[in-house]
């Protein structure tokens, strides 16, 4: 099988990693709009299997003609590239996911069903962390139950070693880091969808081991879970974890604009508060610490006329060896599994299909396992 990265950030150097060393793997490419950058990603991430191509992921044309000798895609850049690189996918029959992270540009997907079946090809948005991962593990939980009254879906990544006054460090795209702040957050009240704030719903809660933390609605990380489990789940609902006190100080900034698209003039030149911040954030919140992804999601229910309780947990920390964060790895090798189990024959399916509808939760554990990302399951 032949699998293609777009995009060599730190997901797609990730992917490329895992995609790289998966069994029965004949080619990996890498491709980028910077053909030095790819090609040197794939020298210290890939194999003898890796190949790097320079690719405008704007162009669909340029990126449907890549893809053609591809079986599978994964989209590695930032989420406004994905409904055209879904396109260019379908046109070149190629399987297609992507790390997602807008609901919109995920609606606009999903519109594309038919096409995808019609070019015989199985296209799954969000397939990252969170979005992504969690969507399979709320479906492997949902399983265990005759009904689910609530599921608290938390996910975060952190530095082992906070630094103030944030306690926080860029560990995925300064864009998507907003994108979670700024965007309306979908929950399940009532068995229906509801819009809630970013940034609000504040709560605290512990990890063993890391102590006091908080959590706050973000958006994206419930993806289509209230679609697929609206009038089947009463109440579902996504927090982002931070230490505490982040909450406090990064919400103000964002109410005062900062994460706005609107332009301002600053001495006569227009500028996009969205973008200055960005570069702020990089700037000043790159520290390359190590780091660490909590994963928590509680299901309440009943089975057999009797009320169950589940907890699903994962404590990941950066892999020293491989040199690749936490949030690398649950972020990317989720993807690179999909995306291998789609050319595996492991799914099926075809069109554009939601990862809890698609993917075999159990299967999909145990590919985390191998890769030492471990989901630990209890009863309250």
Not at 15 to 25: C, H, I, N, P
Not at 258 to 279: C, N, Q, T, Y
Request: overall charge negative; glycine content about 8%.
């Amino acid at each position: 099988m032949k699998i293609a990265v777009i995009g060599s950030g730190l997901m797609g150097r990730a992917a490329v990693y895992d995609l790289s060393r998966a069994d029965g793997m004949e080619k990996v490419g890498l491709f980028d709009f910077d053909r030095d950058l790819a090609g040197e990603i794939a020298r210290k991430y890939g194999n003898e299997i890796t190949i790097a191509g320079k690719i405008d992921a704007g162009n669909e044309d340029e990126v449907a003609t890549a893809l053609a000798e591809y079986d599978a895609c994964i989209s590695a850049v930032t989420y406004k590239y994905n409904s055209g690189l879904t396109r260019a996918a379908i046109q070149s029959r190629t399987h297609f996911f992507d790390l997602g992270g807008n609901n919109d540009v995920v609606r606009a997907q999903l519109e594309m069903n038919d096409e995808a079946k019609a070019a015989d090809v199985l296209v799954i948005p969000d397939c990252g962390l969170a979005p992504g991962m969690v969507s399979v593990l709320a479906a492997a939980g949902v399983r265990e139950f005759d009904k689910v009254n609530t599921l608290k879906i938390r996910v975060g990544g952190l530095p082992q070693n906070p630094r103030p006054p944030l306690n926080y460090q860029m560990v995925f795209s300064s864009e998507g880091l907003i994108n979670e702040y700024w965007e309306p957050v979908i929950i399940l009240d009532g068995g229906k969808k509801k819009t809630v704030n970013p940034m609000s719903g504040l709560e605290q809660l512990e990890f063993d081991g890391i102590g006091e933390l908080e959590a706050f609605y973000t958006s994206g990380g419930t993806s289509t879970l209230p679609d697929t489990y609206g009038g089947v789940i009463d109440f579902l609902d996504y927090k982002t974890i931070r230490y505490p006190g982040h909450c406090q100080l990064f919400k103000p900034m964002l109410e005062i604009g900062l994460g706005s698209r609107s332009r301002i003039k600053v001495d006569d030149v227009s500028i996009e508060p969205r973008a200055v911040f960005k570069k702020v954030l990089e700037k000043n919140l790159t520290l390359n610490d190590p780091d660490m992804v909590l994963v928590r999601l509680i299901f309440e229910g009943t089975k057999n006329n009797a009320s169950k309780t589940l907890i699903y947990e994962i404590v990941d920390r950066q892999d020293a060896r491989s040199g690749l964060t936490a949030m690398m790895r649950t972020t990317a090798f989720p993807a690179a599994i999909i995306a291998w189990m789609a050319c595996t024959g492991k799914i099926t399916r075809r069109g554009v299909i939601p990862q809890e509808l698609a993917v075999d939760p159990v299967f999909f554990i145990a590919q985390l396992k191998k890769r030492n990302i471990i989901v630990t399951v209890s009863p309250s």
